[in-house]
T-cell receptor, first 116, second 117 residues
Framework: EAGVAQSPRYKIIEKRQSVAFWCNPI?????LYWYQQILGQGPKLLIQ????????DSQLPKDRFSAERLKGVDSTLKIQPAKLEDSAVYLC??????????????FGSGTQLSVL | AQKVTQAQTEISVVEKEDVTLDCVYE???????LFWYKQPPSGELVFLIR??????QNEISGRYSWNFQKSTSSFNFTITASQVVDSAVYFC??????????????FGTGTRLQVTL
């Protein structure tokens, strides 16, 4: 079974530039998450989708971050304009539809973003 | 508000030693879930275990065991006879009561385990 695919693996940009990350979840997984992991910290949820609808985006800095999940499959996370403090690993995760509460998440390898 | 504390930033052990990773959590909910994830150098987090707040039975899976103590709000993880392949960052996480389709995980800051020969 293929895992959660993310690209690119690494990205270096200058502040005020824009950047986009892509994620393809495990086939059949209805729920998709974007997490931000700053060096030395645990992952922090940015946004959660159920199919193509947003379930939770309370921690997404909406003035600069946006995300979409068209057709309820793959997803794109965008930052525009980027700030130095956005340097982090952006992790995508997916889980099966809610057949039981708090199911385990399957994570991708992440995109490491460096903002100079 | 929920919080997860992993006080051990980094632990180094020699192969075959036993090691315990501590996790202390805070939540006001009576129903919640606790998790452990492993993050190897490749970057992806790998699920290890999920425990709900009503099940205080300890669990053993091969060399891994988990000790859940509600009285002290702790969910500690022990690796017996550690191996080099266990080297990774381990995260403890908490999810509060399942409501609808939302289940936000709050992660601790992680414990980096280094196992040497």
């Amino acid at each position: 079974e293929a895992g959660v695919a993310q690209s690119p693996r690494y990205k270096i940009i200058e502040k005020r530039q824009s950047v986009a990350f892509w994620c393809n979840p495990i086939s059949g997984h209805a729920t998709l998450y974007w997490y931000q992991q700053i060096l030395g910290q645990g992952p922090k949820l940015l946004i959660q989708f159920q199919n193509n609808g947003v379930v939770d985006d309370s921690q997404l800095p909406k003035d600069r971050f946006s995300a979409e999940r068209l057709k309820g499959v793959d997803s794109t996370l965008k930052i525009q304009p980027a700030k130095l403090e956005d340097s982090a690993v952006y992790l995508c995760a997916s889980s099966l539809d809610k057949t039981e509460p708090n199911e385990k998440l399957f994570f991708g390898s992440g995109t490491q973003l460096s903002v100079l | 508000a929920q919080k997860v504390t992993q006080a051990q930033t980094e632990i180094s052990v020699v192969e075959k030693e036993d090691v315990t990773l501590d996790c202390v959590y805070e939540t006001r909910d009576t129903t919640y879930y606790l998790f452990w994830y492993k993050q190897p150098p490749s970057g992806e987090l790998v699920f290890l275990i999920r425990r709900n707040s009503f099940d205080e039975q300890n669990e053993i899976s091969g060399r891994y065991s988990w000790n859940f103590q509600k009285s002290t709000s702790s969910f500690n993880f022990t690796i017996t006879a550690s191996q080099v392949v266990d080297s990774a960052v381990y995260f403890c996480a908490l999810s509060d009561t399942y409501t609808g389709t939302a289940s936000k995980l709050t992660f601790g800051t992680g414990t980096r385990l280094q196992v040497t020969l």
